[in-house]
Nanobody
Framework: QVQLVESGGGLVQPGGSLRLSCAASGSIFSNYRMAWYRQAPGKQRELVAAITGGGSTNYADSVKGRFTISRDNAKNTVYLRMNSLKPDDTAVYYC??????????????WGQGTQVTVSS
């Protein structure tokens, strides 16, 4: 079994910053792509940022220049640094990862989500 546990969400004023963390644990052999998605009320879940095992990144246009995704492979952890936050960034943020487990299978996993609210 593999678990993804997010942390770091909360309430922040417009223009503020937050850092989200997502730690993977369990029967992990190796991590591949890790990503952050978000879902606002009444909207579809959307990709925010992704990072490959080699460190290549891609971002949604709406967060380019404001958010930075990074990873620590030794800790099986992915981070999302969010600066210059806007009310439109308010959503539940979900961690997602492609992980090869010790049996050899590669599966896709989701975290439980962490709420980010940007409001004055």
């Amino acid at each position: 079994q593999v678990q993804l546990v997010e942390s770091g969400g909360g309430l922040v004023q417009p223009g503020g910053s937050l850092r989200l963390s997502c730690a993977a644990s369990g029967s992990i052999f190796s991590n591949y792509r890790m990503a952050w998605y978000r879902q606002a009320p009444g909207k579809q879940r959307e990709l925010v940022a992704a990072i490959t095992g080699g460190g290549s990144t891609n971002y949604a246009d709406s967060v380019k220049g404001r958010f930075t995704i990074s990873r620590d492979n030794a800790k099986n952890t992915v981070y999302l640094r969010m600066n210059s936050l806007k009310p439109d960034d308010t959503a539940v943020y979900y961690c997602n990862a492609d992980i090869r487990i010790t049996s050899g299978a590669v599966n896709n996993y989701w975290g439980q989500g962490t709420q980010v609210t940007v409001s004055s």
